[in-house]
Nanobody, 121 residues
Framework: VQLVESGGGLVQAGGSLRLSCAASGSGFAMGWYRQVPGKQRELVAAITPGGGSTNYADSVKGRFTISRDGTKNTMYLQMNNLKPEDTAVYYC??????????????????WGQGTQVTVSS
């Protein structure tokens, strides 16, 4: 599956951004991950194929919302009350939703090209 992200940019602390990820296929579990230089890519939020279950990193709970539109094969990440520590390259991910599905595994499935999110203080 091919993934194309959009929506990153520069925003002041306390501001909002919405990321989008368009997929070339359907039926995958999807998620947003982020990475800063020198650190491992980490889960931000994940959502199951039907959207019935979501996971969030503790650091973004209550501020970020993941969603998906099955008619458009598109996933979104609404990011509110952004903080400087949210600065990172954000990657879209799609993976099979199987019996061993684990959104915490950082190196599984297909990845988008990444979009930079920069939050200034």
């Amino acid at each position: 599956v091919q993934l194309v992200e959009s929506g990153g940019g520069l925003v002041q602390a306390g501001g909002s951004l919405r990321l989008s990820c368009a997929a070339s296929g359907s039926g995958f579990a999807m998620g947003w991950y982020r990475q800063v230089p020198g650190k491992q890519r980490e889960l931000v939020a994940a959502i199951t194929p039907g959207g019935g279950s979501t996971n969030y990193a503790d650091s973004v709970k209550g501020r970020f919302t993941i969603s998906r539109d099955g008619t458009k094969n598109t996933m979104y990440l609404q990011m509110n009350n952004l903080k400087p520590e949210d600065t990172a390259v954000y990657y879209c991910n799609a993976r099979l939703y199987s019996s061993d599905y684990d959104p915490m595994s950082p190196d599984v499935g297909s990845w988008g090209q990444g979009t930079q999110v920069t939050v200034s203080s």
